[in-house]
T-cell receptor
Framework: GDSVTQMEGPVTLSEEAFLTINCTYT??????LFWYVQYPGEGLQLLLK?????DKGSNKGFEATYRKETTSFHLEKGSVQVSDSAVYFC????????????FGTGTKLQVIP | DVKVTQSSRYLVKRTGEKVFLECVQD?????MFWYRQDPGLGLRLIYF???????EKGDIPEGYSVSREKKERFSLILESASTNQTSMYLC????????????FGQGTRLTVV
């Protein structure tokens, strides 16, 4: 079945550092890929998405490129802020049958001033 | 804005009680989902529904049931709550066509004592 593997956290960075959170997936067909963010005490919010190979999703300075050849969707940001501290989830939506979203285990990011 | 509303942010219930978690969405979405979120395990799908009165088991349905009598409302039922069901429960909804993201409620933190 579908699965998502993302790097373990927590990740601690200084403000203005470069961020990469790795995500790889296993799925049949052509899934859509997502990054969600969860701020403390809140539900998940969509951060960005990509629906086909080589698509780049971007939002709020975050980017991720759908790489089918390496089955990856790594999240990057050039300069993190304290306000980016949150838990980040990589997820995929399978291309067949019911529209079930499969999530990774989440990566907690802490940005210190 | 899409809104997914969960009826309670925090609940404390006793072992053996029947527990109802309610979720309402206001965007006429076809799909609705219940996940539980636990540290180190990410989000795991309990049940989902793609239409009124239709339901499908997710990855961890044991000990749970669901009800969807109206399109906008999806209820999660713990028939006899146990301490291992202490968790954060997240409801989500999405439109019933490909490549669309899920929208999440703020979560219900359930403690079973």
């Amino acid at each position: 079945g579908d699965s998502v593997t993302q790097m373990e956290g927590p990740v601690t960075l200084s403000e203005e550092a470069f961020l990469t959170i790795n995500c790889t997936y296993t799925a049949t067909g052509y899934p859509s890929l997502f990054w969600y963010v969860q701020y403390p005490g809140e539900g998940l919010q969509l951060l960005l998405k990509a629906t086909k190979a080589d698509d780049k999703g971007s939002n709020k300075g975050f980017e991720a490129t759908y790489r089918k050849e390496t089955t990856s969707f790594h999240l990057e940001k050039g300069s993190v802020q304290v306000s980016d501290s949150a838990v980040y989830f990589c997820a995929l939506l399978g291309s067949g049958g019911y529209q079930k979203v499969t999530f990774g285990t989440g990566t907690k990011l802490q940005v210190i001033p | 804005d899409v809104k997914v509303t969960q009826s309670s942010r925090y609940l404390v219930k006793r072992t053996g009680e029947k527990v109802f978690l309610e979720c309402v969405q206001d965007m006429d979405h076809e799909n609705m989902f219940w996940y539980r979120q636990d540290p180190g395990l990410g989000l795991r799908l309990i049940y989902f529904s793609y239409d009124v009165k239709m339901k499908e088991k997710g990855d961890i349905p044991e000990g749970y049931s669901v009800s969807r009598e109206k399109k906008e409302r999806f209820s999660l039922i713990l028939e006899s709550a146990s301490t291992n069901q202490t968790s954060m429960y997240l409801c989500a909804s999405s439109k019933g066509h490909p490549n669309t993201e899920a929208f999440f409620g703020q979560g219900t933190r359930l403690t079973v004592v």
